[in-house]
């Protein structure tokens, strides 16, 4: 590229090519750090090409260095920035304090068992990630056996129970946040006693009552009395009228956006099968998906139309 060398498609097609150029190089450690190399990228640089450096780790040569290729969000992000695609709601989320739950909690029966759901996390971390990548400030509150925290997070928080993602939840927001995204699947029923030890089913004869008891309402309990000028976006799960009782329980919780997930539509709700989901503000429906997405593809959307909405309903505009 450099010397102009024509003698492949890609090459052909860069000369060929009067637009800018993103190239996101990936190498052996030492080609890369070889004078050539870097003289050459100087070259490039300063005819406007727009490099994305490597990254460091584990490479295919068999050494951790510096030489892979840069992380896929890391280059959408440097196309959409360079060809403007994202417009003018991407800065919405910038330095934003932004608090993200996700995932499920686990309510112990006895020292062994526990009650949980079959929340992954993947919506939330997905979010998280997305707000990191806007350069959003993100605590992240993840339930036990959550999909991987990203990078760039202000904080992360990991809890087991209900309560104890009530009480982290309850801190967080002392430290002051600007935004609320409750993506975890909380419990809504805990055993009433945690029976110490493991329960031997010699001693239970044919079967053993559990009694249970509501958890704390995270949304209800924790937010709602101390809310402020917190804006809070929530999730809900339905298996039928969808739509309606969604936006009755957006009401009900006092949110001002709630994502709606339908798990007996295509792909379910749960892990990352690409699904379907509808979000829901003050004015009613605001967007539906258009067709089954990955939840980072949905996490992306879900921000940019809740910027978009929050920015055209004035007041709002970037932090
Ligand atoms: O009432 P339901 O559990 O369907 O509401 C879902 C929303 O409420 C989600 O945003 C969830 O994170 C939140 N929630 C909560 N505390 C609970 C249960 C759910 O904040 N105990």
Redesign the pocket.
Known sequence: LTHGIADDIVSTLLLAHPGPVIAAPAMNDNMWAHPSTQQNLGTLRARGVHLIEPGEGWLACGVESKGRLAEPEDIVAEVERVLDLAGPERGFWRDRRVLV?AGPTREPVDAIRYLSNRSTGVMGTALAAELVRLGARVTLITGPGTATAPDGLAQHVDVTT?AEM?AAVDRALDAGQDWLV???????FAPREVREGKVKKETQGGGWTLELSR?????????APRRGDLRV??????TGAVLERAAA?REA?G?DW?VANDPTATGGAFGDAPHTVHLIGPDGPAWSSPEPATKARLAAALLREIARAEMTAGGEGPA
């Open positions: 739950t209900a009530a409750m993506a975890a699947a909380v419990a809504d958890t704390p309402d995270i949304l209800t309990d924790v937010v976006v929530g999730f809900a799960l339905e329980k919780k949110m709630i």
